[in-house]
């Protein structure tokens, strides 16, 4: 069937859309499956830039790229709809706060937030042409989800692998909850290192600090045990300014002879450090900031302050009393909340632990199992690996999430923990015991406490493949997933809590592959968020450029898992190589499709380059890198099918001064090629490939083939450097002397091209 329309519409994609989810088969029956564990993305806000759509995107590349390589693909998608992000969103929407609003409200106001955002976002995915189950999605805000986080908490509760406790925790006061180390962000921040005096009898010793608001939580001053300045004060006693109180001074070697005046003040809590010498030292921590982020009762005058204004008044009492030596003002790196923005505080707070730290060397050797793509990204997981210290605070004191499956004995406090399998909310429903199997008591108290998100997110690969499904048939056929796809941005969290989750619930890996992709950056190479204002809303991009412009512009920008820049001209561009490779197939459409002929040595020459161009997308295709095959087929496609091959033999396919049997052969090499090239393209740009491959070839999907096979044979032919420069030569004679490009000219053909040589004279009409 021929091609009549002269250019490609991005509107036919919609048609095309249609059919494909009325034809489609997202779970098809067999022993083993291909699974993707894909990232259930976050609606917070307005959904998704540009450069998060690209992902998801290369994440159906992946899914399309496995299904003609002949496996059966699960391709689940879910949507996360737990955690802070939601709660911050629908307080600012609707200019509430959570702890003003009955939990009941707040719950159904986040619900509906997420609804509303979800739309969205579902729209993009399916304008994308996303090849997986969307209308299927799950959620991890339903029973069924929530129940599945709280199996497996009970699941590692009983193997000892959960506990709970009161220890320094990082505190978001902003959001009233305790954060995990990956929650955290670093920002370089202003600030005054101030220098002061700590009377010790009747001389001073130097202290810089940048926390001086601490100085009431201040139990003990260390210096180095090799610092011979300071060798004469050990064991002496030190005046706290301000304050009042003596602390001792104690050799340890963690205090650095080198930085400031190498004596270190040590409070409850400045930093981790000061968290770790609490601890080893026995010291007693003293509270001074609480959990509403103001300085408690332990500050003295300063209590109620902000601990920044603390700073500053603590700062001019000492100026007014000749306590300071100097101050200086630098840039300190600051620990700030990654959902809020605030600094965060380290308060002593009880809560839910997983265990970590005895995990790390066995996370470590699962990691490098795992083949990551590319292979720079593992450096991210083993990065944080060597950076855990603690083991993971899980519980927060939210609304919008998981509750904490547990009720305590009203009158000795022992936990019960209630049968998996249902969704519990302690806080609102009875506890399902009788009475407390410690003391007999009938009372329970429900616990109000969420789940980390991170907790409901690292159990995905286990829900697509129904873990605690009755029959487990099918989880022995999807789990371990095949691939993770995701950012590189959560490697240190979605990425390693579901290694940590999912080895302690099975005992293997979730994923034999991961696969890292990196940011959507702006024009500056900064970063799109929207919190930043520097995102490009994909939707109306897709919907002006077609679907097929932005997947092949965000396969072929940059290689994979770097950096890409986000830029509408670029994709518009990319629209000018699917107008390329609809003009070609609309020509080769008027030729009818021949079997195999004696070939010419053209046809061999291209059939050669289209054997090398198989070899190099498939090598691109193996590694999910498909900015190879993007960048390979469009310059191969472009630059030496249709400007030198087509241009060739484009006569001989007519029969203009050929033989039948030249003819053919020049039309079954044309179709072949063709046919190459779309299955190639198919991955990348399904819309226009699918509709080509209609049009031409059959009624069948495209994406029902396999990828093409290079022929391996060995002729020998011209060197296409050769053919190309030949044909440069007399392009460029002809422009020289003035002469059109199917004007006569005489020129020689080299030796080397003499087996082209009637394919050249009727492409150039040289004559002899």
């Not at 497996?152 to 954060?179: C, H, M, V």
């Not at 009875?430 to 789940?451: H, L």
Request: neutral net charge; aromatic residues 10%.
């Amino acid at each position: 069937m021929a091609i009549d329309a002269k250019a490609w519409d991005p509107n036919i994609e919609k048609e095309i859309l249609q059919r494909w989810k009325s034809d489609a088969d997202y779970t098809p029956e067999a022993d083993s499956y291909f699974t993707i564990d894909t990232p259930p993305p976050y609606p917070s806000g307005r959904p998704w830039h540009i450069g998060a759509a690209a992902h998801y995107a290369q994440i159906d590349m992946i899914a399309r790229t496995a299904r003609m390589s002949g496996n059966a693909v699960y391709f689940p998608i879910g949507i996360d709809r737990n955690g802070l992000p939601v709660e911050i969103y629908t307080e600012k929407k609707l200019k509430i706060r959570m702890r003003d609003t009955p939990r009941e409200k707040f719950l159904e106001m986040c619900r509906e937030s997420l609804d509303e955002l979800e739309g969205e976002m579902v729209q993009i995915m399916e304008s994308l042409g996303l090849s997986g189950d969307i209308k299927n999605r799950y959620k991890t805000d339903t029973p069924e989800y929530r129940a599945l986080t709280q199996a497996t908490f009970i699941e590692l509760w009983n193997k000892g692998r959960i506990y709970q406790a009161t220890r320094p925790n990082n505190y978001d006061w902003a959001s009233g909850t305790t954060i995990a180390d990956a929650e955290i962000t670093y920002q370089d921040i202003p600030t005054k290192l101030v220098s002061m005096k700590f009377a010790v009898e009747d001389t001073d010793i130097i202290i810089a600090s940048t926390r001086p608001e601490l100085l009431c939580a201040c139990q003990v001053i260390i210096v180095n045990p090799e610092d011979t300045r300071y060798k004469r004060y050990i064991g002496r006693k030190a005046k706290v300014p301000i304050f009042g109180h003596e602390v001792e001074i104690k050799a340890h070697p963690s205090a650095k002879i080198e930085f400031g005046s190498g004596a270190v003040m040590v409070c409850s809590y400045g930093d981790q450090n000061d968290v770790m010498l609490f601890r080893e030292m026995n010291l007693t921590e003293i509270i001074s900031i609480g959990t509403d982020g103001r300085m408690t009762k332990a500050a003295g005058a300063y209590a109620g302050l902000r601990p920044k204004q603390a700073r500053a008044a603590i700062i001019q009492d000492m100026k007014d009393e000749n306590i300071i030596k100097d101050i200086q003002d630098i840039v300190h790196r600051t620990p700030l909340s990654e959902r809020s923005k605030t600094p965060i505080e380290i308060i002593p707070m009880d809560e839910y632990y997983m265990r970590q730290k005895d995990s790390i060397e066995r996370l470590r050797m699962l990691g490098d199992e795992i083949q990551f793509h590319p292979p720079m990204h593992h450096q991210i997981l083993i990065n944080w690996l060597n950076s855990i210290n603690i083991d993971w605070p899980i519980s927060r004191r939210r609304y919008y999430g998981t509750e904490v499956p547990i009720w305590h004995c009203s009158k000795c406090n022992h936990p019960y923990l209630p049968p998996p399998g249902k969704y519990y909310q302690p806080w609102r429903q009875k506890c399902p015991a009788k009475y407390c199997i410690k003391c007999k008591n009938s009372e329970f108290i429900g616990e109000s406490r969420t789940f980390d998100t991170w907790m409901d997110s690292s159990v995905s690969p286990l829900f697509i493949s129904k873990y605690y499904d009755k029959d487990d048939t099918f989880f022995k056929k999807a789990y371990p997933a095949a691939i993770r796809p995701q950012s590189k941005d959560i490697v240190r969290t979605w990425l390693y809590y579901t290694l940590l989750r999912c080895d302690a619930l099975t005992g293997e890996k979730p994923w034999s592959d991961a696969w890292i992709m990196g940011y959507g950056v702006d024009e500056r190479g900064l970063k799109m968020s929207k919190s930043k204002g520097n995102a490009i809303d994909p939707l109306p991009v897709i919907q002006k450029y077609g679907a097929d412009a932005f997947r092949l512009w965000s396969a072929s920008e940059v290689n994979h898992g770097y950096d890409f820049r986000c830029n509408e001209q670029k994709i518009q561009s990319t629209k000018k190589f699917l107008s390329k490779l609809w003009n070609i197939s609309r020509f080769l459409s008027e030729f009818p499709i021949v079997s195999s002929t004696s070939l010419e040595e053209t046809d061999r020459w291209i059939i050669q380059e289209s054997d090398d161009l198989i070899k190099k997308c498939m090598k691109g295709y193996k590694e999910y890198n498909f900015f190879i095959p993007a960048i390979a087929v469009r310059e191969f496609t472009w630059n030496v099918f249709a400007a030198h091959y087509i241009e060739m033999v484009k006569r001989r396919a007519r029969g203009e001064g050929f033989t039948t049997q030249q003819r053919d052969a020049a039309r079954y090499t044309l179709h072949y090629v063709l046919r190459v090239v779309l299955k190639l393209l198919a991955p990348i740009i399904p819309f226009i490939t699918e509709y080509i491959w209609g049009a031409i070839y059959s009624e069948s999907s495209i994406h029902k083939e396999s990828h093409p096979e290079p022929l391996n044979h060995m002729y020998d032919t011209a060197d296409t450097a050769d053919i190309i420069s030949f044909n440069s030569q007399v392009w460029n004679e002809k422009k020289s002397k003035n002469l059109s490009l199917k004007d006569d000219i005489s020129i020689d053909i080299p030796s080397n091209l003499q087996g082209m040589e009637l394919d050249l004279r009727a492409m150039h009409n040289i004559i002899l």
